[in-house]
């Protein structure tokens, strides 16, 4: 179903009140340790929460029983209540831990949720209900978390959440949310975080023993924004938005993920097993350069974040607080990607995966510290981000399980993402796939899609959703 409305515009959302929630109990002041991988993160990542079943009655109280959550689960996570603050004698940013305060925004609009049409990732409804900010040169003005509900004429509310992503990844950003969600339905908290950081910081004096692709200097970044072409995909301006770009949704169902999976073993002696997200992520980085046309020479790379807690030895603590993420690079020929088999990229995907050991990530801390204002570089291929484990159904805040969860991007989004969600759909799952392309790559990529449905024996048109 589509929306009904006809743009973004069109959702008159009216601002009732906006509060600063601080810690229910009292908080030591102090700071927390921002690393080297934190600190590439310094942006809002923002999601999304949608309530439709809440009668008129149960609405009533919503906004006060999530404030009063949020003020409580800001005990333990108190650092979500502080600032960013230039520390002068390291050089380098952390969280002043000093109560300021969480953004609680609470908004109203006249319309149903229904009226909003299909809720996925590219409803272009959605960004309107988070906060559309960007961190600016007051650090201390910024809050680190934004929360803001929307209540609508149907009883239900959306919320929109927005962290600055150096403070949680995937991983202790379910942590977060569970403990909300646990204390907003009444059960309280049931895990506490694991702050302590100090295993992540760079050696003195740093040694790094590995090369790392993943990463483009800020002088080299420079130097090509000044003399590249922003429509070479070879450039790192392909990271900036596009308006050329046409975005797709594609459906991966059981059987289909079955098929590709038995493809990807054909080959013994290249592939032995594979995950679900193995074989996808290289049947999409092998479709889409097939789609780009690229030379056979020039490079098709692959990028994606691993989580290395339990890659340590000992084992960092699951309920540890930040971003223990490592990013995996695969740099191969376009030639070689094209003309191989499946199985021939997924080994590769398994091989760059088992790569991220302790020594891999301590290299990249160090490597980081002699090369600060470093980014990730994407240029000349694509990021993968998995929300395999975004698990909706424990954001139940006391009415349910979401009907719908996500990310939330503004304005145009990023050309080399390519976003994997999970969908339970009549008790099967399924992934729903998320990419931009210039049109006529589009027509290419679908192209093959359609050609792997018809051999995997499934029906192209049901798979495939096309929204612009």
Known sequence: MESKLSTANSLNIRLVSETMVRPAADTKEGTLFLTNIDHLLMFYAQTIYVYPHVS???????????????????VPFNFMAGRLRMNDDEERLEVHCNRAGVLFSHAETEIIIADMGTLDFLNPLLPRLTAD????????????????????????FIVGLSIIHALLDGQSGDIFMNQFASISRGDGLTALPYLNKEALRARDPPRPIYEHPEFMKASVLQAFMAN????????????????????????????????????????????????????????????RTKALDMSPNQVSQLMFAVDFRQRFNPPLPKELIGNAVATSCIRTSANKIINSPLSFCVKQIQDAKGKITEAYVRSTIDWLQLNKGSILSASGGIIISSWSRFITSRMNLGWGAPAYS?????????????ILLPKKQQEESIFHVYLALEEHQMDKFTQIYQTSCEMAELDRNVCMQCRL
């Open 56 to 74: 008129e009655a149960e609405s009533k109280d919503v906004i006060e029983i999530l404030r009063n959550a949020l003020a409580k689960v800001l």
């Open 133 to 156: 900010l960007q961190l600016t040169d007051q650090l201390s003005d910024c809050p680190l978390m934004i929360l803001k509900v929307t209540k609508f004429r149907c009883g239900g």
């Open 228 to 287: 590249s072409d922003p429509n070479d995909l070879t450039s790192p301006q392909a990271l900036w938005p596009l308006s050329k770009n046409q975005w797709k949704s594609f459906s991966f169902c059981t059987k289909f993920i079955n098929y590709l999976q038995s493809k990807a073993l054909e080959d013994e002696s290249l592939v032995k097993k594979c995950s679900k997200f193995d074989v996808l992520a290289a049947y999409l980085w092998q479709a």
């Open 406 to 418: 996500g990310p939330v991007f503004h304005g145009e989004q990023l050309k080399n993402f390519v």
